[in-house]
């Protein structure tokens, strides 16, 4: 019987012990020593609840970490992107004439900003050696400085040139560039393209009128193939392009812009002459209503031209017309043998009936209203026949048909539609 309570006492020394070494175990736990996923299966122990607040907070620190991370990331500097230049292309020649229209395209592409503002452009233009910060000239794009564009005038590059001293036959060397800017932002292209500029010598020289004298009154009396002529001295262009004149005449209070006729001088424009018959010159009087007998008060002058270039002369002179005694302008004879069909006609269908007494050469011209000659023709030895009408290709309108016969002349209105 003894022997039993001693068995008890033995068996709780040993479970008391075994409970020490479990709140040992738990303590060493809590400090890290063993795996953090055993803390799970421990949960009454202070040491164990303090390192869960500790990582709790530490986790907080990290998401406000992050969340600072993320804002920093999200501002951003805005900026102009960059941007390359197109035409005229670097290291490229192009001609400017002294005179006369045309234009110089600039282009470059685009740039923008981060931010989407809106950007504006400058084109500027400097010496070989110059860096932009003094440049020669600075002008706006198209569009007030929107467009990835400038179209500049001849004008503008001769003033240019004439402003830098150079002359005509000179070649003017610089260099380009454009700058972009949006508000306070401001950027150059990536690059300056070099250009030379070849100024085109084109200007005419001064030249003057010769006859008619001026205030002369020609009175148109007797055979239509009588001439006058016309005389003015030579222009020239220090190159070597060819130089037309052309006879303007107007009305004494009229415009040379809106003249009532423009002849080219003889040898197709290359004379420094114009020949014109009687016949002619009452013909065109005619066509704009100035009735024979009556003076008509006109001036005239010439101008010339070769290329872009065109002078007017010096000077203007003043001139009376008359045609009151042509013979030819009204043969009732040949008036009777000459007979224009269809009236009006479709531009390449006319035709012009003869019937001569006997076998004639006749010359027949087909002009406009301001007396200028579209076709001749010479027929010879007709009697009898309907002759074609070199139309084709007119535009509608009013015509003269003139048709001579040695001295007779006679002059048919020609409708065209």
Do not use: C
Request: proline residues 5%; positive net charge; glycine residues 6%.
């Amino acid at each position: 019987m003894r022997k039993f309570p001693l068995f008890f006492s033995l068996l709780f020394l040993l479970v008391a012990t075994s409970g020490h070494a479990t709140e040992s175990l738990s303590i060493k736990e809590s400090k890290g020593i063993v795996n953090p996923t055993r803390l799970n299966n421990i949960s009454n122990n202070a040491p164990t609840q303090g390192y869960l607040e500790a990582d709790s907070s530490r986790q907080s620190n990290k998401n406000l970490l992050g969340g600072i991370s993320k804002i920093n990331r999200s501002i951003v500097t805005d900026t102009l992107r960059a941007f390359g230049l197109l035409s005229p292309a670097n290291n490229s020649t192009f001609n400017i004439p002294l005179s006369g229209p045309g234009t110089l395209d600039i282009n470059w592409r685009s740039s923008a900003t981060v931010s989407g503002n809106p950007v504006t452009y400058e084109w500027l233009v400097d010496v070989p050696s110059g860096n932009f910060t003094n440049p020669i000239i600075t002008l706006p794009s198209n569009n007030t400085g929107s467009d990835s564009e400038l179209t500049i005038g001849y004008n503008q590059l001769n003033a240019l040139l004439n402003a830098s001293g150079v002359l005509p036959g000179q070649t003017y060397s610089v260099k380009w560039t454009v700058k972009a800017t949006s508000g306070t932002l401001n950027r150059f292209a990536s690059s300056f393209f070099n250009v030379n500029i070849f100024r085109i010598n084109d200007t005419l020289i001064t030249f003057n009128l010769l006859a008619p004298a001026n205030n002369t009154f020609l009175n148109l009396t007797g055979s239509s193939s009588q001439t006058v002529q016309i005389n003015w001295t030579r222009t020239r262009l220090p190159n070597s392009l060819p130089v037309t004149y052309s006879w303007l005449l107007i009305a004494l209070n009229g415009s040379f812009a809106n003249p009532i006729t423009t002849i080219l001088a003889d040898n197709n424009g290359r004379d420094s002459v114009l020949t014109l018959t009687y016949g002619q010159i009452a013909s065109l009087l005619a066509s704009n209503g100035i009735n024979p007998g009556t003076v008509f008060q006109a001036k005239w002058t010439i101008r010339a031209t070769a290329g872009t270039a065109a002078r007017f002369a010096a000077t203007t002179h003043n001139l009376a017309l008359s045609y009151n005694n042509v013979t030819s302008t009204s043969d009732p004879q040949l008036d009777r043998q000459i007979q224009l069909f269809p009236n009006p006609a479709k531009s390449g269908e006319s035709r012009l009936r003869v019937n001569l007494e006997q076998a004639s050469d006749l010359q027949i011209q087909i002009t406009d209203l301001q007396g200028r000659v579209l076709s001749t023709s010479l027929v010879q030895r007709v009697s009898q026949s309907d002759l074609m009408l070199p139309t084709a290709g007119l535009r509608a309108g009013l015509y003269l048909v003139v048709v001579q016969n040695g001295n007779e002349r006679v002059v048919r209105k020609l409708q065209l539609h």
